[in-house]
């Protein structure tokens, strides 16, 4: 697997084997290096587990760093190899401008980033808002999060590892009040727990990225039945050029009774 920065050039590249050893292993990540000079760091990820899983629980640093770093709307990013990071980073500069253009926040309100990963929608909110809040299941993302925090000097934010619908669920009951909630969720789009716990946090507006359209129908279906309603058209970004995966942003406002 290789990452690189868009802006900053740094690349990563990322061994995956099925057992720990790897002979010549110093070789290797020398030779690597000696080749590509913009290569800082070198890595090996262990996945002995027969799936459609690329990267196994347990990552080595064989060379340079243990991450690789990058900009995006003007903020510094920390990005690890189990962290996920959109691959297209020209449009999604532009979807995620976007997303917090639509968020409208003035500088006193509260946001919840569910699927926060390293923070990359969190910290462009934290710029307009009061407080925010991200969580994320991988911790690895967790701990790349709070150090872009660091690094772009922001202290404003709230990063807890869990699963979306469960660390919602905890928020809800500890009577957090978002004003706007930004969701950026998986193919497989938010559990019909993720939207009743959104919900009960009442939430004036949803901003929605998706990367799936079937999930997101669904998704606005369920959130209909909590009160919530699409305002305006949705807005596609082609993130993924000559396929069929389109992303795109939707904004769901509660319906006032």
């Known amino acids: 697997m290789v990452r690189r920065g868009h802006y900053s050039g740094e690349v990563m590249v990322v061994l995956i084997t099925r057992t720990k050893k790897l002979k010549g292993v110093a070789e290797i990540s020398a030779k690597i290096q000696e080749q590509c000079p913009d290569v800082v760091s070198v890595q090996q990820n262990i996945n002995p587990d027969q799936t459609n ?24 990013f920390n990005i690890s190899a189990q962290s996920f990071y959109q691959v297209n980073p020209v449009q999604t500069e532009k979807l995620y401008a976007r997303a917090v253009e639509l968020a409208d926040l003035h500088g006193d309100e509260t946001v919840i980033d569910a699927y926060c990963g390293i923070g990359t929608i969190s910290l462009s909110l934290a710029k307009a808002a009061k407080k925010v809040y991200g969580v ?15 690094l772009n000097k922001l202290d404003n934010l709230h990063f807890e590892v869990g699963t979306a619908e469960e660390t919602m669920k905890k928020w809800a009951d500890d009577g957090i009040k978002p004003a706007v909630i930004v969701v950026d969720p998986p193919r497989k789009g938010l559990t019909a727990d993720f939207i009743e716990a959104a919900a009960k946090t009442a939430p004036q507006k ?40 389109v992303e795109s942003v939707t904004v769901l406002e509660r319906t006032e009774k």
Do not use: W
């Open 136 to 150: 994320e299941i991988v911790p690895q993302a967790i701990e790349d999060a709070k150090e872009n925090a660091r």
């Open 206 to 245: 949803i901003v929605y990225v998706s990367c799936n359209p079937a999930t997101l129908v669904r998704d606005i279906e369920r959130f209909g039945e909590q009160g919530y309603s699409v305002k305006r058209p949705l807005e596609p970004f082609d993130q993924f050029p000559q396929t069929t995966h």
């Open 53 to 76: 899983v690329i990267l196994g629980k347990t990552t080595k640093v064989m060379r340079g760093r243990n991450y690789i770093q990058d900009q995006l709307n003007g903020l510094t």
